[in-house]
């Protein structure tokens, strides 16, 4: 008998793992499907010690590998297929907790530096991945560089991809697949009533949302000061840049504010919302 779990699903990466106890299926490709569209493939090809303790042959039944969904494809739906069988792995809970796992405590799960490395060393999390969500919980902000493939005058093309990107950190961070609304036209002072808002719809999360605009807004962040009962890191607010080629990932329970209020205007927020 063919067994497997889907651990893991996002924007962009899929991981999981396979193993029959009578077939090797280490180096076998499995498929990952929405509906009926392959969506990506790879290869069972990685070692998971928690598998080999628990019998499964040599340990070596994981996959792990990237995604490419159109944007209107509910990877909540993504099953993977065993390349050139009848077997398929259907999702339960696409999570890297239960879902039912609320309270105070998933305010940490996942998101400090021990949990974080150990998911990087079980291979549930990229490298990039690792580093965005690491520097996320210390400072409570983290900006990085796009590489668009839109060209600089279709804003709302570059805007999407923008999107796309922030919607794959917040599922990490919330530890469970998410939905992001795009707002666009904002000013500074929209940001207090979407944490109020991200506050009652997930009492339990960080409210954290992405930001872009056409052009580069500058933002003064007091970093660490989003951390209950921390104190912030000495010294007054540091400079981050959004906008241009840069998406901002931002937690609003921060002290933040923008370097020429009057000039603010006119940014986008990928908020979560529930599906």
């Known amino acids: 008998m063919i067994r497997g779990h889907i651990d893991f699903v996002s924007r962009s990466r899929v991981e ?13 490709r499995v498929l990952a499907f929405v509906d009926e569209t392959c969506i990506g493939g790879g290869t069972v090809n990685l070692f998971r010690q928690d598998l080999l303790d628990a019998g499964f042959g040599d340990g070596v039944v994981g996959f792990g590998f990237p995604i490419a969904p159109e944007p209107w494809h509910d990877t909540r739906v993504l099953d993977v297929r065993l390349e050139g069988g009848s077997t398929i792995l259907k999702q339960s809970r696409a999570c890297l907790v239960p879902r039912e796992a609320v309270g105070e405590d998933r305010r940490r799960q996942g998101r400090d530096p021990a949990s974080l490395a150990w998911m990087l ?6 490298q990039a991945h690792f580093d965005a969500l690491r520097v996320l919980g210390e400072f409570g902000v983290h900006s990085q560089a ?7 005058d279709q804003v709302t093309a570059r805007c999407d991809e923008a999107a796309l990107a922030a919607a794959d950190l917040v599922e990490m961070h919330m530890l469970q697949p998410a939905e992001l609304e795009i707002r666009d036209t904002l000013t500074p002072g929209d940001l207090s009533g979407i944490r109020r808002e991200l506050r009652n719809a997930f009492p339990h999360v960080p409210p954290v949302i992405g930001l872009w605009a056409a052009r580069e807004h500058v933002i003064d962040v007091v970093e660490g000061a989003h951390r209950p009962g921390a104190q912030a890191l000495a010294g007054g ?36 919302c529930r599906p």
């Open 237 to 272: 607010g540091v400079e981050y840049v959004f906008g241009g080629r840069h998406l901002m990932m931002l937690d609003l329970d921060g002290d933040f504010s923008f370097a020429r209020d009057g000039e603010a205007g006119g940014f986008s927020a990928f908020v979560p």
């Open 16 to 28: 999981g793992w396979i193993a029959c106890p009578r077939l090797p299926l280490t180096g076998a």
């Open 121 to 126: 060393a079980r291979g549930w999390l990229s």
């Open 146 to 152: 796009l590489a668009f493939r839109s060209p600089p």
